[in-house]
Nanobody, 123 residues
Framework: QVQLVESGGGLVQAGGSLRLSCAAS????????MGWFRQTPGKEREFVAT????????YYSNSVKGRFAISRDNSKNTMYLQMSSLKSEDTAVYYC????????????????WGQGTQVTVSS
């Protein structure tokens, strides 16, 4: 089991950049594939990106591909989401999540979740 805490959210202008962090507690972070999801009021929780345990494999939603970059530093028990060329449609609460297994795009496959961090993109 791992506990996750997101940080780095805030207000940014369209076209700008922001980096989110997800800090994990415990000794088993290296065993978890990780993911980023986001949710806007009235919408289903949406897949953003996922990364394998070692960081070797990544996968992105089409809506963020080429603009966002997921990474992790297992020595620091931390995962990151570097967001660039931000659009108003990126406004959402962003959640980090972990699962014992392979990368996955389905929110229901993740057992461990952070509390979320708000990202607001102004236009």
């Amino acid at each position: 089991q791992v506990q996750l805490v997101e940080s780095g959210g805030g207000l940014v202008q369209a076209g700008g950049s922001l980096r989110l962090s997800c800090a994990a507690s415990g000794r088993t972070f290296n065993n978890y594939a990780m993911g980023w999801f986001r949710q806007t009021p009235g919408k289903e929780r949406e897949f953003v990106a996922t990364i394998s345990t070692s960081g070797t494999n990544t996968y992105y939603s089409n809506s963020v591909k080429g603009r966002f970059a997921i990474s992790r530093d297992n020595s620091k028990n931390t995962m990151y989401l570097q967001m660039s060329s931000l659009k108003s449609e990126d406004t959402a609460v962003y959640y980090c999540a972990g699962r014992l297994g392979s990368i996955n795009t389905l929110s229901t496959s993740y057992a461990c979740w952070g509390q979320g961090t708000q990202v607001t993109v102004s236009s």
